[in-house]
């Protein structure tokens, strides 16, 4: 199932061009995949959080990749071109809206940038997702990662079940925390 993930790390660094966002999709009925490969054959870049997970198969240990986030894919296209895509569509997935306007909901860069540094293939083994935008989950101080496999993301500190962790979250969409990281390699962003 490596065929899931999609982005390379160097890759986060770029941000949008002009006129492109990163949108998040609910899709229906397990179709992840073939919804990712509809968008990819169009020239879109996609993301789908994954993890890898231990498998007893035939008395065999496997690992293999699972979606994080059941049912999530993160693209990155114009909004006109998302909502006339979603119309030859719409029984496939839906876009998380803007309360209002029911437009679709554009990521900022830098948010999905650290969603994707901590839930990545290769650093995501110890992050746990907490269900839509948990609100309870935000209190405390603001830092972004200096070192090690996270470095680059921000996020929040928190501690849930007596452990510290780094909470990331893309707004109305997901939260996610990753285990213990050492405060030497935290900064407080104000």
Excluded at 28 to 34: D, S, T
Excluded at 122 to 131: C, I, L, M, S, T
Excluded at 173 to 181: E, G
Aim: charged content about 25%; glycine content about 6%.
């Amino acid at each position: 199932m490596g065929e899931i993930y999609s982005i390379v790390t160097s890759k986060l660094i770029e941000p949008s061009p002009e006129g492109l966002h990163w949108y998040a999709l609910k899709v229906f009925y397990n179709r992840v995949v073939y919804v990712k490969t509809l968008f990819e054959h169009e020239g879109k870049e996609t993301y789908v959080p994954v993890h890898t997970v231990e498998q007893f198969d035939s008395g065999r240990l496997t690992y293999v990749e699972k979606q994080l986030i059941p049912s999530l894919l993160f693209v990155r296209c114009a909004e006109q071109w998302l909502c006339d895509f979603k119309r030859s569509h719409n029984e496939d997935f839906m876009y998380y809206a803007e309360p209002e306007s029911r437009q679709p909901g554009a990521i900022r860069d830098e948010e999905m940038r650290s969603f994707i540094l901590v839930t990545s293939a290769d650093a995501g083994r110890n992050v746990k997702y907490f269900g839509a935008d948990a609100p309870e989950y935000h209190i405390g101080d603001r830092v972004r990662v200096t070192d090690g496999i996270y470095k680059g993301a921000e996020g929040y500190i928190k501690r849930i079940k007596k452990d510290r962790k780094l909470i990331v979250s893309v707004t109305g969409v997901a939260v996610v925390a990753v285990s213990y990281i050492h405060p030497s390699y935290l900064e407080k962003i104000s």
